[in-house]
C-alpha cells in the first residue's frame, strides 16, 4: 500500500476508535440531568477532523504508547477542544450559529445550557486523564493532568481567546498576533502531542524537547492555514475584502502579511515542523504525514 493510502487508513481508523470512546465516556443521555448530557453529546460526537485526537495517537505511537491509554488521552484533549468551541460560539463571544455544520449548542439547546456543557466537558477531560493508570508511574500522570490544565487556563488557550477578544477592532503587529495564536489555538495542539509524548516509554528531554517544539510549530501552522482558508473563503462567497474577518474586523494572518506572504510562511513552518523531527527516524511517519494534511487541507 502507498504513503498516502496508509495515512488515510490510519486516520479514519483513528477517527473512528476517537468517536466510540467520546461516546463510552460521555454521560448516556437518558440519565439525569437529561437536557445536559444530551447536550454533551450533540456537542461532541458526529463531527470534526479530530486533528488534536490523531496528534495523540501518532506522537503516542511513536513512543510505544498503548493505543487503549491514547483514546484516554486522545478524548482528554477533544473535550477540551470541544468546551471551547461551544463557549466560543456563544453570543458573548463569537456569536456563531452553526458548527460542524449544525446549529451550535446555545442555538440547539439555550445559553445556560452551552455554559454548562462547556463546564462539563472541560471537568469530563480531566476526569478522563486521572481515573485510571495512562503512564509509568502516577507521578508523571500528575504531569500530563498539569500539562493539559496549563494548555487550557490563563497561560494557554482562555488567555489566548482574552488576547483576540481585546484585540477586535485593534492593530495587532505580527509579534502579538503570533503571542495571541501560539495561546489561542497553538497551546492545545502542543498539549496534544506532549500527552501522546508522556504516554509511553519515557523519552530522553531531547527528544521530549524536539516535539514540543514540533507541537509549537504545527500549532502555528494550524491557525496560519486556518486564516488563509477563512480569507479564500469570504473572497469567493461572500466578496468580502481579502483577509478581513468581516463579522468582527479581527486581525488575521492574511490582513498582516497578505495571501502570497502567508501561504509562503505556512510552507515556511512546515519545512521547519518536518526539519524537527527528522533525527526521530521512520517512527515519525505519522505524524510528518499529520503536519503536512494540517499545512494542505482545504476545510
Ligand atoms: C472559549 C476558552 C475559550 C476558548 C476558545 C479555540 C478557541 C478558543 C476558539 C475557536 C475559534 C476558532 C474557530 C479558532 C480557529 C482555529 C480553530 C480552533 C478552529 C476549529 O478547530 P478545528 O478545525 O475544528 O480542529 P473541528 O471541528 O474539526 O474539531
Given at each position: 500500500?502507498?504513503?498516502?493510502?496508509?495515512?488515510?487508513?490510519?486516520?479514519?481508523?483513528?477517527q473512528?476508535?476517537?468517536e466510540?470512546?467520546l461516546?463510552?465516556?460521555?454521560?448516556?443521555p437518558a440519565?439525569?440531568?437529561?437536557?445536559?448530557?444530551e447536550?454533551?453529546?450533540?456537542?461532541?460526537?458526529g463531527?470534526?477532523?479530530?486533528v488534536?485526537?490523531?496528534?495523540?495517537?501518532?506522537?503516542?505511537?511513536?513512543?510505544?504508547?498503548?493505543?487503549e491509554?491514547?483514546?484516554?488521552?486522545?478524548?482528554?484533549?477533544e473535550?477540551?477542544?470541544v468546551y471551547?468551541?461551544?463557549?466560543d460560539?456563544m453570543?458573548?463571544m463569537?456569536?456563531?450559529?452553526?458548527?460542524?455544520g449544525?446549529?451550535?449548542?446555545?442555538v440547539?439547546y439555550?445559553?445556560?445550557?452551552?455554559?454548562?456543557?462547556?463546564?462539563?466537558?472541560q471537568?469530563?477531560?480531566?476526569?478522563?486523564?486521572?481515573?485510571?493508570?495512562?503512564?509509568?508511574?502516577?507521578?508523571?500522570?500528575?504531569?500530563?493532568?498539569a500539562?493539559l490544565?496549563?494548555?487550557?487556563g490563563?497561560r494557554?488557550m482562555?488567555?489566548g481567546?482574552?488576547?483576540?477578544?481585546?484585540?477586535v477592532?485593534?492593530?495587532?503587529?505580527?509579534?502579538?498576533?503570533e503571542?495571541?495564536?501560539i495561546?489561542?489555538?497553538?497551546?492545545?495542539?502542543r498539549?496534544?502531542?506532549?500527552?501522546?509524548?508522556h504516554?509511553?516509554e519515557?523519552?530522553?528531554?531531547?527528544?521530549?524537547?524536539?516535539l514540543?517544539?514540533?507541537?509549537?510549530?504545527?500549532?502555528?501552522?494550524?491557525?496560519?492555514?486556518?486564516?488563509?482558508?477563512?480569507?479564500?473563503?469570504d473572497?469567493?462567497?461572500l466578496?468580502?475584502t481579502?483577509?478581513?474577518?468581516?463579522?468582527h474586523?479581527?486581525?488575521?494572518?492574511?490582513?498582516?502579511?497578505g495571501?502570497?506572504?502567508a501561504?509562503r510562511?505556512?510552507e515556511?513552518?512546515?519545512?521547519?515542523?518536518r526539519?524537527?523531527?527528522a533525527?526521530?527516524?521512520?517512527?515519525?511517519?505519522h505524524?510528518?504525514?499529520?503536519?503536512?494534511?494540517?499545512?494542505?487541507?482545504?476545510?
Amino acid at each position: 500500500m502507498d504513503m498516502v493510502s496508509d495515512f488515510k487508513q490510519w486516520m479514519a481508523a483513528i477517527q473512528q476508535r476517537t468517536e466510540s470512546a467520546l461516546a463510552a465516556r460521555l454521560p448516556a443521555p437518558a440519565t439525569a440531568p437529561q437536557r445536559l448530557h444530551e447536550a454533551m453529546r450533540y456537542a461532541v460526537l458526529g463531527g470534526g477532523k479530530r486533528v488534536r485526537p490523531l496528534l495523540v495517537h501518532a506522537t503516542g505511537e511513536l513512543v510505544g504508547a498503548s493505543p487503549e491509554r491514547l483514546d484516554r488521552a486522545a478524548c482528554a484533549v477533544e473535550l477540551i477542544h470541544v468546551y471551547s468551541l461551544v463557549h466560543d460560539d456563544m453570543p458573548c463571544m463569537d456569536d456563531d450559529v452553526l458548527r460542524r455544520g449544525k446549529p451550535t449548542v446555545h442555538v440547539e439547546y439555550d445559553q445556560a445550557t452551552a455554559l454548562l456543557v462547556g463546564d462539563a466537558l472541560q471537568a469530563l477531560a480531566f476526569q478522563v486523564l486521572a481515573e485510571a493508570p495512562l503512564c509509568g508511574s502516577a507521578a508523571e500522570q500528575l504531569d500530563m493532568v498539569a500539562l493539559l490544565a496549563r494548555a487550557a487556563g490563563s497561560r494557554g488557550m482562555a488567555g489566548g481567546q482574552a488576547i483576540d477578544l481585546a484585540a477586535v477592532g485593534q492593530q495587532l503587529d505580527r509579534s502579538e498576533l503570533e503571542f495571541m495564536h501560539i495561546h489561542k489555538t497553538g497551546a492545545l495542539i502542543r498539549a496534544a502531542v506532549m500527552l501522546g509524548a508522556h504516554a509511553g516509554e519515557p523519552l530522553a528531554v531531547a527528544d521530549l524537547e524536539r516535539l514540543d517544539h514540533f507541537g509549537k510549530l504545527i500549532g502555528l501552522l494550524f491557525q496560519v492555514v486556518d486564516d488563509i482558508l477563512d480569507s479564500e473563503a469570504d473572497t469567493a462567497t461572500l466578496g468580502k475584502t481579502a483577509g478581513k474577518d468581516a463579522e468582527h474586523d479581527k486581525p488575521t494572518y492574511v490582513s498582516l502579511l497578505g495571501l502570497t506572504e502567508a501561504r509562503r510562511y505556512a510552507e515556511e513552518l512546515l519545512a521547519a515542523a518536518r526539519g524537527t523531527l527528522a533525527p526521530m527516524g521512520s517512527g515519525s511517519a505519522h505524524l510528518l504525514a499529520l503536519a503536512d494534511y494540517i499545512a494542505r487541507r482545504s476545510f
